[in-house]
């Protein structure tokens, strides 16, 4: 499909997503509750599976359903294809809610300050660290929100967080800036290297006035001992392509085993830390003998 220009520019919310057909339609039907529509909505899938066009048809905002290469990289780049240059792109999880406001505050957050490249919210809650929240708990925690109350702090920070990451297309379009399909599958820390692509042209931002809750779903996620050695292969890789400091990333990988051996030995019921430490360990293995690659999950078994 050819890319769609705009000269006036839109508000366009992408969803990149796998294997969570019901997940993602209440999020999107959640958007319809927004105080500001998107003027489009882009549903990335891999395949017609992943998301019943036949859900959508009542929504009073378009819906524009994409299909490509599995992996968050390639799911998200399929989807900026379709933008223009004036756009402002809101990239959202398949299991992220936004609260009423969200998407009007975007909005002007980007049109009073013209430097900022990514814009990414302030969690309310995020079931990533528990196990998890299902729809109906997320937006229980949104309602409870009083809306006049709002923080108007704007933060420098390194990285925007992909569950909730708005990005000004101009920036993107005009340095040929894509996410990097090298990190394979969750393409564990993806966000973080298209932030650090981004800011060599515009701010990072973490805006507190966006709020949202990050459900966490734990299903279709990628299974332990691969998103282990991602823990290791991807840091480094970040490090050798220059999007990302050698010490940070050395700090990272480090602070994943730590994390991964101590609760190992009382783990999570819904994280699989062991996997993960085998992960770790054959990662660590691959960088001493110099053959890390974060490609090298496929070969895991």
């Known amino acids: 499909m050819q890319q769609v220009n705009s000269n006036s520019g839109r508000l366009v919310v992408a969803i990149p997503t796998l294997g969570r057909r019901e997940i993602v339609a209440k999020t999107v039907l959640k958007l319809a509750g927004q105080d500001r529509l998107p003027d489009l909505l882009i549903l990335s899938v891999t395949s017609a599976v992943d998301a019943d066009p036949s859900l959508f048809e009542n929504l009073t905002f378009p819906v524009q359903i994409v299909s490509g290469k599995k992996g968050a990289s390639a799911q998200r780049n399929r989807a900026m294809k379709e933008l223009g240059e004036n756009d402002i792109l809101v990239f959202l999880d398949d299991d992220f809610l936004m609260a009423a406001d969200y998407l009007e505050r975007v909005e002007k957050i980007f049109e009073q300050n013209p430097d900022f490249a990514v814009v990414t919210g302030n969690l309310l809650a995020d079931g990533i660290g528990c196990s998890g929240f299902d729809h109906k708990k997320g937006q229980r925690l949104l309602t409870t929100l009083d809306k006049g109350e709002r923080w108007q702090n704007y933060t420098e920070v390194y990285s925007g967080y992909g569950c909730n990451m708005s990005i000004r297309l101009r920036f993107v379009l005009e340095n040929g800036l894509w996410f990097e399909e090298a990190l394979p599958l969750y393409a564990w820390l993806e966000d ?46 970040l490090a ?62």
């Open 240 to 301: 050798r392509k220059g999007s990302m400091e050698a010490g940070r990333a050395s700090r990272r990988i480090m602070l994943n085993v730590i994390a991964n051996t101590v609760k190992s030995l009382n783990p999570e019921p819904w994280v699989d830390r062991r996997g993960r430490l085998k992960g770790n360990l054959l990662g660590l293995k691959d960088l001493m003998l110099g053959r890390s690659d974060p490609s090298r999950i496929f070969e895991i078994r």
């Open 192 to 237: 973080l290297d298209f932030s650090r692509l981004l800011s060599r042209f515009g701010k990072v931002i973490k805006a507190d006035e966006l709020i949202g809750v990050h459900l966490g779903t734990k299903t279709s996620r990628t299974p332990g001992m691969m998103l282990g050695y991602s823990q290791i292969a991807n840091p480094a890789f």
